[in-house]
């Protein structure tokens, strides 16, 4: 079983430069959700995707663009990539829907290691 | 807003060891709480949760009891392993998931 898949894994950019990291899932859930995880801060929501056709904004969603491509595709976009974006990505999706009342689970990717200089 | 706060780490101890791992948290709602462990390397993956007051959570040896009175949800383990070794998160779930800022928990042979 893949879960949820995230590529690629290593990125080395440099400031200016643009990227998308991608993310597919394939346990058919409605919620997709792009987190960053920094030293010290533990994981900030950066966009989430509730069900497909929609998207919003999390806490840090300055500097990134999401697209809901299908129920399985979440994909983010750095348009202009700044140091402050180095971080690691995870990528998760979750049976729940952020109005309802929740019980569920998030399932995480791996990461991806986003080093910007 | 919805917010976690952790106990800060890093957490090293021996194997056989009692670990706590404190966990407060505040919310206008009635939240989920859950925490999540991520091994070197790996995504984070749910090791328990509850969802309404006085649960109780386990898994792998793990427990965690929903104090709605003191709202908190404090992380134990009796005897630890050396493959606990991980960072774990605390995490609330009203309308969307907050994370704690993760401890760093390290168990030496």
């Known amino acids: 079983n893949a879960g949820v898949t995230q590529t690629p894994k290593f990125q080395v950019l440099k400031t200016g430069q643009s990227m998308t990291l991608q993310c597919a899932q394939d346990m058919n859930h409605n919620s997709m959700y792009w987190y960053r995880q920094d030293p010290g801060m533990g994981l900030r929501l950066i966009y989430y995707s509730a069900s497909e056709g929609t998207t919003d904004k999390g806490e840090v969603p300055n500097g990134y663009n999401v697209s809901r491509l299908n129920k399985r595709e979440f994909s983010l976009r750095l348009e202009s990539a700044a140091p402050s974006q180095t971080s690691v990505y995870f990528c998760a999706s979750s049976e729940m829907r952020t109005r309802d009342r929740a019980t569920g689970e998030l399932f995480f990717g791996e990461g991806s290691r986003l080093t910007v200089l | 807003g919805d917010s976690v706060t952790q106990m800060e780490g890093p957490v090293t101890l021996s194997e056989e060891a009692f670990l706590t791992i404190n966990c407060t948290y505040t919310?206008?709602?009635?939240?989920?709480l859950f925490w999540y462990v991520q091994y070197p390397g790996e995504g984070l993956q749910l090791l328990l949760k509850a969802t309404k007051a006085d649960d109780k959570g386990s898994n792998k040896g793990f427990e965690a009891t929903y104090r709605k009175e003191t709202t908190s949800f404090h992380l134990e383990k009796g005897s630890v392993q050396v493959s606990d070794s991980a960072v774990y998160f605390c995490?609330?779930?009203?309308?969307?998931?907050?994370f704690g800022a993760g401890t760093t928990v390290t168990v030496r042979a």
């Open positions: 919310a206008t709602g009635y939240p989920s």
């Open positions: 995490a609330l779930n009203d309308y969307k998931l907050s």
